[in-house]
């Protein structure tokens, strides 16, 4: 089984601030995806990143795939404390399974 | 839409009892999960089935088995259970993305069952 190991563990910001949540293997994956969990609740998809490189922009959240599909990294714009969770990354093995990281919690204060 | 659904939500054992864990998607999905969730320690993949019929083991089996006799169900049983199997469970399912980049597609997730083994 392939690991992802993210880092950091645990983020405390104030409102404004920026931030970058790391994702990291020796392995490659034929694809990443990023979840938002929130307490009480399951995973919500945020981004799945496919190629080698690409970047994604979703609002104030950019996710980039390393160009080598090893990993993966998490940038929040002037973060909001509605951006409060839980961040999970996942590497798609190739074939029909996911191996999730350990997750970071972010906390933004107001 | 339900999406995907877990009963119960919460439930607390005694050492040795069993119990199963029901979960239902009305996506027509292939795929379907079972995880646990332990404190950090992201989301451990218990077993998975790719089909009706069909079960495999994912990286923390032991202790559990599944069924999946129906495309929208998926259970998870415990026979005896321990206290190291204290933790949330999470049910999930999902589908093959074809199109120009195939591959496992978005992976949507039950609320969760609280499980609690004294």
């Known amino acids: 089984t392939q690991l992802l190991e993210q880092s950091p563990q645990f983020l405390s910001i104030q409102e404004g601030e920026n931030l970058t949540v790391y994702c990291n293997s020796s392995?490659?994956?034929?694809?990443l995806q990023w979840y938002r969990q929130e307490p009480g609740e399951g995973p919500v998809l945020l981004v799945t990143v496919v190629t080698g490189g690409e970047v994604k922009k979703l609002k104030r959240l950019t996710f980039q795939f390393g160009d080598a599909r090893k990993d993966s990294s998490l940038h929040i714009t002037a973060a909001q404390p509605g951006d409060t969770g839980l961040y999970l990354c996942a590497g798609a093995e190739y074939g029909n399974k996911l191996v999730f990281g350990a997750g970071t919690i972010l906390r933004v204060k107001s | 839409n339900a999406g995907v659904t877990q009963t119960p939500k919460f439930r607390v054992l005694k050492t040795g009892q069993s119990m199963t864990l029901l979960c239902a998607q009305d996506m027509n999905h292939e795929y379907m999960y079972w995880y646990r969730q332990d404190p950090g320690m992201g989301l451990r993949l218990i077993h998975y089935?790719?089909?009706?019929?069909?079960?495999a083991k994912g990286e923390v089996p032991d202790g559990y088995n599944v069924s999946r006799l129906k495309k929208q169900n998926f259970l998870l049983g415990l026979e005896s259970a321990a206290p190291s199997q204290t933790s949330v469970y999470f049910c999930?399912?999902?589908?093959?993305?074809?199109?120009?980049?195939?591959?496992?597609?978005?992976?949507?997730f039950g609320p969760g069952t609280r499980l609690t083994v004294l």
């Open positions: 089935s790719v089909g009706e019929g069909t079960t």
């Open positions: 999930a399912s999902s589908y093959w993305a074809s199109g120009g980049a195939p591959g496992l597609g978005e992976q949507f």
């Open positions: 392995s490659v994956f034929s694809s």
